[in-house]
């Protein structure tokens, strides 16, 4: 039994880092420039792309056709994100509200046409971490190997159309493998937490945090046999809490220990001037005959 569960918590582990591999320097870019709500907006298309797939051409269709529709819904509402990125910007996390919700009441219509539609949005939602095959990590890997090349090499913080035609393609394959819920978590929760570490080291920071907590969570899982998704959400946010305030009180003592021995103290305040000194007056200069 320990076997069979090393068998299939090992994949699933090997899904959570890849996963965090881009989650988490794309997450760091995503609270950056405030659009919070992003992954998850793109992850309920992106969820509303394969359903729409499923609902069109049947469940036996190629796993290819799926996969063109989730990516052709996402690339499609990127497209529209970034037009009102340039046009909209004081308001674009609003618009990415709406586009979640719209797309998630599609998604929910669609659904109620299918008498197992319940069970599938259930997977929409948690993922499926835990039945992962190799020769999905390998697709998977490919791709988000590509994905850290670009963010390696280009700007994305500035390049908005580089931005989120690869957050996209990101999103859709990493919902179909772990779910809505947990990309919103991985992108957010671990990039989140590591807020208080230096910018060069945010992304190693949080990348840890979010190992650990998807360790803890695939453990706790299969200990207690509760969803594996579910678990890892819950997990990896007190992690990131406590991982949070160390991270905090580290780089502040980092601080300190930076700061130059006879350095005025912050918010000093201002010597105040003695009695004597406030009844002499202004100085005029020196005393006629000095």
Known sequence: MAGLDLQVMGPALVAG???????????VIVLNRGIIFIDIALAQVAATGVVFGTMMWGPDISEWIVQLSAVGAALACSAFLVWTDKRFPAVQEAIIGVVYVASAAVQLIMLSANPSGAEYLKKLLIGQILWVTPLQLLGVGLVYAVVLAIWFYRDLQRERIVFYVA???VITLSVQIVGVLLVFASLI?????ARSAPAGLRPVVAFNIGAAGYLVGIVASALFNTPTGATIVCTLVPIAVISAVIVAALSGRHREQELP????APHAPAPRASPADASAGPSLGPAAGE
């Not at 880092?17 to 997450?27: I, W």
Request: without cysteine; hydrophobic residues 65%; proline residues 13%.
């Open 167 to 169: 957050f996209a393609i």
């Open 17 to 27: 880092l890849l996963v965090l591999s881009t989650h988490v320097p794309l997450g």
């Open 189 to 193: 929760v671990p990039a989140l937490a």
């Open 261 to 264: 021995a006879d350095a005025p």
